[in-house]
Nanobody, 116 residues
């Protein structure tokens, strides 16, 4: 059974930094893509950043230049380094794992709050 578990959320002041981690466990093979999505109150879930097992990345325009996604393929783990955080980055951040075009597995989510 595949599980996806996030960690690293919290409260940070505007301009600050946070690092999220996500580990996928269980038995799976093949080419995967892991990514981070977020959902703010009253809004739809949106893609933040994704990375393939081979290291190809994709970012939402709103986070380009501020967020960096990376991975440790041997550990099926991805990280999201978030710098220059803004209040509008406040949301629940979800990690995903997919083998096709849409996420197959989701984590439970971790809250990120940017506030002074």
């Amino acid at each position: 059974q595949v599980q996806v578990v996030e960690s690293g959320g919290g409260l940070v002041q505007p301009g600050g930094s946070l690092r999220l981690s996500c580990a996928a466990s269980g038995s799976f093979l093949g080419v995967w893509t892991m990514g981070w999505y977020r959902q703010a109150p009253g809004k739809q879930r949106e893609m933040v950043a994704t990375i393939t097992r081979d290291g190809i990345t994709n970012y939402a325009d709103s986070v380009k230049g501020r967020f960096t996604i990376s991975r440790d393929s041997a550990k099926n783990t991805v990280y999201l380094q978030m710098n220059s955080l803004k209040p509008e980055d406040t949301a629940v951040y979800y990690c995903s794992l997919r083998f096709g075009f849409v996420p197959d597995y989701w984590g439970q989510g971790t809250q990120v709050t940017v506030s002074s």
